[in-house]
């Protein structure tokens, strides 16, 4: 991909409740990606009662820790929008593992100018 700039911040947003290994490898995955240079992290927890501070070693990451009985699908993803100042955003749930290390990339790809 051309014209890649340092400029510009993509920001994964992921709503959690009760996250299992697959979270954690989730994360694991992130650090993979071809952008994670650009990468930040907003984990929205919503009222997980098995979290475990370790997991979250991740190099630029806020957690958001909300009530299970605020969370909707729809409204607490435009929350987390409104808190971003990201240039790109991109929304995922704790159990959808990236296929391979470009997933990141290629999502983004035509926001970036060539």
Known sequence: MKGLTKTMVVKVVI??????????????AFKQQTIYQDLELLIINSGA??????????????????????FDHGGTRKKAAGLSEADIMVFM?????????????????ALYDD
Do not use: C
Not at 49 to 70: A, C, G, P
Not at 96 to 109: C, G, K, M, Q, V
């Open 49 to 70: 009662t098995n979290w475990f501070e370790k997991q979250l070693d991740y190099r630029h990451m806020q957690v958001l820790n909300i009530s299970s009985s605020t």
């Open 15 to 28: 709503p959690v409740f009760n996250p299992d290994g697959k979270f954690s490898a989730l994360l694991a």
């Open 93 to 109: 749930t704790q159990d959808a593992l990236p296929a391979d290390r470009h997933l990141l990339r290629n999502l983004t790809a």
